[in-house]
């Protein structure tokens, strides 16, 4: 069981926007920053989001992240059949000695 | 441009030890912090072990601690882990990962990603 919850499936249609969630903790991300993966099958995963909001270069802008509490967000507008894959959000914990802790996952279909 | 490979994956038995290796090319190996990340069979990514950019600190999962140990040759750009007392859960594939923070924090997280070794631990 992750520290980090996230829902384990989402959808939405072409066009449409998407919200991915990522729940924890106080010592976890209420207090350090979030990152956000995204993952290919069969593929290594590949930086989306950092810091919170921020975006590597080549992401493109409808990939956005946010946090709020104790919650971090991952938001993808204008979705596209070639957004179909799975998503991981990771982030420090305080209270760990192994402190890095990703979410369970979730894999996002394009319907 | 950077690029991790991964290598020395195999099939081991329970109770063995194994080491594998990460070249890393195309940055300065000695200003970043370095992950290994694994991800077994059908599996979520969970985290292994971080060493910092200097090499004075590591970091490693409750799950392997005391089994496993990071460490880096500046002089090779190279990681390693070495895997010990392994396990069947440890059967997955291990990826090598270059830290976002550098000289700055650990607590930055993980950037770019080797395409991974597997490592399968069986009887």
């Known amino acids: 069981q992750s520290l980090l919850t996230q829902p384990p499936s989402a959808s939405g249609t072409p066009g449409q926007r998407v919200t991915i969630s990522c729940s924890g903790s106080?010592?976890?991300?209420?207090?350090?920053?979030v990152n956000w993966y995204q993952q290919f099958p069969g593929m290594a995963p590949k930086l989306l989001i950092y810091?919170?909001?921020r975006r590597p270069s080549g992401v493109p802008d409808r990939f956005s992240g946010s946090k709020s509490g104790s919650s971090a967000s991952l938001a993808i507008s204008g979705l596209q059949s070639e957004d179909e894959a799975d998503y991981y959000c990771a982030t420090w914990d305080d209270s760990l000695s192994g402190p890095w802790v990703f979410g369970g996952g979730t894999k996002l279909t394009v319907l | 441009q950077v690029h991790l490979v991964e290598s020395g994956g195999g099939v081991v038995q329970p109770g063995t030890s194994l080491k594998i290796s990460c070249a890393a090319s195309g940055f300065n190996f000695g200003g970043f912090g370095m992950h290994w990340v694994r991800q077994a069979p059908g599996k979520g990514l969970e985290w292994v072990a971080l060493?910092?950019?200097?090499?004075?600190?590591?970091y490693y999962a409750d799950s392997v601690k005391g089994r496993f140990t990071i460490s880096g040759d500046h002089s090779k750009s190279t990681l390693y882990l070495q895997m010990n007392s392994l396990r069947v859960e440890d059967t997955a594939v291990y990826h090598c990962?270059?830290?976002?923070?550098?000289?700055?924090?650990?607590?930055?997280?993980?950037?770019?990603w080797g395409p991974g070794t597997t490592v399968t631990v069986s009887s």
């Open positions: 990962v270059k830290d976002l923070g550098g000289a700055l924090t650990d607590r930055y997280g993980m950037e770019v």
């Open positions: 060493i910092s950019y200097d090499g004075t600190r590591t």
């Open positions: 810091l919170d909001d």
């Open positions: 106080s010592s976890n991300i209420g207090s350090n920053t």
